[in-house]
């Protein structure tokens, strides 16, 4: 069993590192002061193209892509990648500046894996060029969407269109000016069984019929420019040809996108709890406190000790699920994939929590990235399946597993 990162990974850790000196660090407080300017509501920010230029004259590019993609993918296995996503969850905005955001990452795969030529050729060059935004379009208002058999969307033949009645919410990125594809899962097949019945097809912001309910605030925040949204479909027809894979195979498509995209958050999520427990650690060793400097108290260094035993077990759960994705594919890690889907994002809201604490008044404020990396991560504790999915559907399967082992 080897721990080392491989010289190759290692050469993209340092690369990586160097572009977030030069590039990402420095111009991480006007990306925010920008995207919380309410005159720039819905407006991306005007640094982010050149940026991306950068990224992609250095190869830091798509590094997300697993290898089993062929002409479409940089190489790097998920194991490689790993610790690349870590780097770049220290700043949530900056995987847009390697084209490895969600929800682009997850739609990428399944244009790549399920696409027919000719959507590939309209959508997923220009996705992996970096030229538009996409949006994954799920959720539901009237009903629990945890279970997905619940939606209730339609999306019926009538000629050569398929017409498309419902409603949606949470959908993330759907309001960038740059969002220009989204992808679309609803009911085909009513009479089927329930995991049959969906499909995915692929509908321009722009059909006719379709409203934009609301922008979703979350933690007060409107997540400009993407943010989240409500959406209405009424009789909002699609060419035939947009349908994903086929009729009924909704779920096939949504198993095969939610796996890497869980743990893709799980990374990132890492890389923010390492970054606050550096923060948080700068910080107490630089305030003095009833006499002697605040990290000289037992209660702040044995919260520093647990935040850096949590992260490293996360740290290490990520990698084995990531190997085993490269090894046994995604179905064969999904125990370990719902394992750090659990733990990772709860890990790093503990971990800020305990910097927040160390900062005093500061630590709920902005002056610091740690809030906001608190409410993220308390959000991805439901985004792509709550924590109580998960923890059921890992329990079920262990319990099946272990009583087919013989009894010692």
Request: hydrophobic letters at 35%; one cysteine or more; a neutral charge.
């Amino acid at each position: 069993m080897q721990f080392d990162h491989s010289p190759k990974t290692q050469d993209l850790i340092n690369r990586l590192e160097a572009f977030f000196d030069k590039h990402v660090y420095p111009t991480e407080q006007d990306h925010y002061d920008w995207n919380h300017n309410p005159a720039n509501l819905w407006k991306r920010w005007p640094g982010i193209d050149k940026i991306k230029e950068h990224a992609k004259a250095e190869g830091l590019w798509n590094l997300f892509l697993p290898h089993e993609y062929g002409e479409f993918s940089p190489g790097l296995t998920n194991l490689e990648y790993a610790p690349l996503a870590e780097i770049m969850g220290r700043v949530p905005h900056s995987s847009e500046f390697f084209n490895c955001s969600a929800p682009d990452t997850g739609n990428m795969e399944v244009l790549a894996k399920f696409g027919s030529p000719a959507q590939q050729e309209r959508w997923l060059k220009p996705l992996l060029a970096g030229e538009i935004r996409s949006a994954y379009v799920m959720t539901e208002p009237q009903v629990a969407s945890s279970d997905a058999t619940n939606l209730e969307l339609t999306i019926l033949p009538d000629g050569d269109d398929y017409v498309i009645n419902g409603r949606k919410w949470w959908i993330s990125g759907a309001m960038n000016p740059n969002c220009k594809i989204w992808i679309v899962m609803g009911k085909t097949l009513l009479d089927n069984p329930r995991h049959q019945q969906h499909s995915q097809i692929l509908v321009e912001p722009g059909t006719p019929g379709i409203t934009i309910v609301r922008n979703q605030t979350v933690f007060g925040s409107h997540n400009s420019p993407g943010g989240e949204c409500e959406l209405r479909f009424e009789n909002v027809r699609v060419p035939k040809e947009n349908l994903i894979l086929g009729e009924g195979r909704g779920f096939e498509i949504a198993q095969g996108r939610l796996g890497p995209g869980r743990i893709h958050h799980c990374m990132r999520s890492i890389g923010q709890a390492q970054r606050a427990l550096e923060i948080m650690s700068r910080r107490v060793e630089n305030r003095v406190a009833f006499g002697k400097k605040i990290s000289d108290q037992s209660s702040i260094r044995q919260d520093v000790a647990k935040s850096f035993c949590e992260i490293e077990m996360a740290r290490l759960l990520t990698l084995k699920a990531a190997d085993a994705m490269d090894r046994h594919g995604n179905k064969g890690a999904k125990d370990l994939i719902a394992a750090i889907k659990v733990i990772a994002p709860q890990m790093a809201q503990t971990v800020c929590d305990r910097a927040i604490q160390a900062h005093g008044g500061m630590g709920v404020s902005d002056d610091t990235p740690i809030a906001s990396f608190f409410t993220l991560n308390r959000f991805l504790r439901i985004a792509d399946g709550p924590d109580e999915v998960h923890m059921s559907q890992l329990g079920k399967l262990k319990i099946q597993e272990y009583n087919a082992l013989p009894v010692r």
